[in-house]
């Protein structure tokens, strides 16, 4: 008998105050407040500028803009930064691939970097050898919800006059130093697509300290170039002239499922750590899989629970570990490829740094494993049950 019987019940944050949020919006027929003109509703309703405020409240930010996407935030992040045509930005090679085709879409060229052994993110030491006179900025992402080395990238981009541009997607109110993630980039950029801790089915937000920058950012937004000419000379002088506006606008109706979800963050998180060290308990008596590492002064929010498979110790290989354990029922994958392996990567774009060998990223494509074990509504239960089916799976 399959040891998870049953279907594990989903992730669901979406409770009454959710409900009714959304109800109230829908009845009162305005979806969204935007239009693309200088002036108020340049900024959207209601709904969506309460949740942006509450993302400062919440994360010490000055400004934050909401985005249909965090792939949308990614791309205004490197526009208003002022990334122009072949100017490189570094970028982790393992992470969700708009980390590095925001670069592309933004005319940019991403220069991928190795990532830690130990905490899978980008590796500061390596960082150095990557940087050249085209380089612009960096991409750092905070994976699986463990904080990168966030002071230490800050240090490189100061002294070499890079922007920092957090990829925060994964790790919502984790601390590095008892500093939130997303606090230390020039812009920080989070997803609240249907997967991410906090969600409202697809929107992504910047947060940022800098007038300029959120000046840009919501140009970028909203269709600057329709805009621009309308503004204050106050306005104006903050730029954006040249750049051209996209629609990566927010609606009220999902900013309002996602609004209730910000005072739930910290507890939503806290269930994730109580389940992890469980799981870091039980593997323990695992040779062959080890947990994940976390950077000292550090908390990690196991946005995914990564495991790397030692193919020594095991009885068995990893594809047919991972073959068990999903015919037992357990939720257990790969990560996705390490980006610069995509097809449009490899066999697209020209110049890019690929030819180069990424060794710590090679040898985790081979051996990473990443579940989501660790993840309300689940218990201790499942956790239980999840060792049970590593267990029984070791075995050929
Ligand atoms: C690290 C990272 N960056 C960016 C994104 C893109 O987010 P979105 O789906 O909101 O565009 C994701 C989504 O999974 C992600 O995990």
Sequence with gaps: MKIFEEKLPEYNVIGTEEIDQALKVLKQGQLSGFIATAGNSHLGGKHVRKLEELFCNKFNSKFSASFNSATSALHAALISCGLNKND????????MSASATSVLMAGGKPVFVDIESDYFCIDTNKIYQSITKKTKGIITVNLFGMPSDLKKIRKICDEFNLFMIEDNAQAPAAKYEKQFTGTFGDISVYSLNRHK???CGEGGIATTNEKQLIHKLRLVRNHSEAVYDGLTSEEKSLGGENIIGYNYRLTCLQAAVAIPQIKKLDRLNEKRVVLASELNKKLLDIDFLESPKVRENTSHVYYL???IFNP???KISKEKFLKNMLKEGAPISEYAP????MSLFKKCIQGLNIAKKFPVTEFLSKHLLVTSICRPPLTKKHIDKFYKAILKSSRE
Aim: glycine share 0%.
């Design 305 to 307: 629970y990564p495991m």
């Design 88 to 95: 490189e930005v570094l970028v982790p090679t393992m992470s």
């Design 338 to 341: 390490p980006i610069y392996t």
């Design 312 to 314: 020594t110790k095991a």
């Design 197 to 199: 801790t906090i969600q």
